[in-house]
């Protein structure tokens, strides 16, 4: 069984920068395909970006140029590093896990989620 924890979370103003983890427990982490995902009020959960195996990324175009998703798998922790913060990046932000994954993987599909830390940007 693998258990995911996010944390990081907070409040933040517009144009600031904040870093939210998530951390693994259970499983080969560096064998996951890991993903972070946010969910605003009102509005259907939206894939922010994900990173492979050997640390491959793919942003949405919404966090393009602005957020950076990495891994380490000595601390079985992957990072989001948030830049250029705005409001309508308001939102939980959760970490998934595709345990199933290969290397080449490139549409992951997440077996396992965490709760999720809340963001919230201030105009």
């Known amino acids: 069984q693998v258990q995911l924890i996010e944390s990081g979370g907070g409040l933040v103003q517009a144009g600031g920068s904040l870093r939210v983890s998530c951390v693994a427990s259970g499983g ?3 064998r996951f395909h890991m ?3 946010r969910q605003a009020p ?3 959960r939206e894939l922010v970006g994900h ?3 050997n640390s491959r990324t793919y942003y949405s175009d919404s966090v393009k140029g602005r957020f950076t998703i990495s891994r380490d798998n000595a601390k ?3 990072y989001l590093q948030m830049n250029s ?3 309508e990046d308001t939102a939980v932000y959760s970490c998934a896990a595709d ?3 290969i290397l080449t993987t490139v549409n992951p599909s997440f077996d396992y989620w965490g709760q999720g830390t809340q963001v919230t940007v201030s105009s």
Do not use: C
Request: glycine letters at 10%; proline letters at 5%.
């Open 85 to 87: 913060l705005k409001p």
């Open 51 to 53: 990173i492979s195996r």
């Open 28 to 30: 080969t982490f560096s």
């Open 35 to 37: 993903g972070w995902f």
């Open 42 to 44: 009102g509005k259907d």
């Open 76 to 78: 079985k922790t992957i």
């Open 99 to 101: 345990v199933n994954a």
